[in-house]
């Protein structure tokens, strides 16, 4: 099991933690909302907790919570810039299918 980040992710993530000044690494999770049911959530890690996973790709630390894991194993994330638009992209090999919108996927 695990997730892994593509280059630019992991320097937008590294790049993000240097300005932030701390930081173990970025959480991701999922929380059910959205059209779809399910959304990505992420924040910085600060602290550990007991049963969180914890990977590293490109020297960056992904922590992720036993619940998300089984909804996001597999995933890659990437950071994308189109035009002014910028933000995080997720390969999700589990998801089914995604609202029109792209912030929410089902599974």
């Known amino acids: 099991m695990a997730i892994t980040l593509t280059e630019s992710a992991a320097r937008h993530v590294a790049s993000q933690l240097r300005h932030r000044g ?22 910085f890690v600060d602290e550990l907790q007991t ?10 630390k992904i922590v992720v919570d036993p619940k998300s894991l089984v909804y996001l194993d597999g995933t890659e994330m990437d950071f994308v810039k189109v035009g002014v638009n910028e933000g995080f992209e997720f390969r999700n090999p589990n998801a089914k299918g995604e ?3 792209g912030e929410s996927f089902s599974v």
């Open 22 to 43: 701390k930081g173990l690494g970025i959480r991701v999770g999922v929380t059910t909302t959205g059209c779809s049911g399910m959304a990505y959530v992420l924040e």
């Open 51 to 60: 049963a969180d996973k914890v990977f590293e790709d490109h020297g960056v």
């Open 99 to 101: 609202c029109g919108c």
